[in-house]
């Protein structure tokens, strides 16, 4: 089993920069992708960005120049740099992993989501 913990939502003005963290714990796991949804009300959820253990990166249209992924491999943890933030992008965000698990599995995890509001 593998748990999600993210951080760093909150509020923040139009052409603000926010930075959400999210770290993996467990035992038995590695990691093949992390990375960052988002859902914003009445709207399904959808792909931010996500980092690989290659470091190949891939990222929404919408966000590419504007928000950046990493990750800390030592610590389990990947990030999501977020500037110039827009009304468009308040959201629930979302980290994912997907790992191959202690019986060779590849399973997915979510975190339990953090609130982005980018408001005036």
């Known amino acids: 089993q593998v748990q999600l913990v993210e951080s760093g939502g909150g509020l923040v003005q139009p052409g603000g920069s926010l930075r959400l963290s999210c770290a993996a714990s467990g035992s038995g796991f590695s990691i093949y992708t992390m990375g960052w949804y988002r859902q914003a009300p009445g709207k399904q959820r959808e792909l931010v960005a996500v980092i690989s253990t290659g470091e190949s990166t891939n990222y929404a249209d919408s966000v590419k120049g504007r928000f950046t992924v990493s990750k800390d491999n030592a610590k389990n943890t990947v990030y999501l740099q977020m500037n110039s933030l827009k009304p468009e992008d308040t959201a629930v965000y979302y980290c994912?992993?997907?790992?191959?698990?202690?019986?060779?599995?590849?399973?997915?995890?979510w975190g339990q989501g953090t609130q982005v509001t980018v408001s005036s």
């Open positions: 994912n992993t997907v790992v191959r698990d202690r019986t060779n599995s590849i399973a997915s995890y």
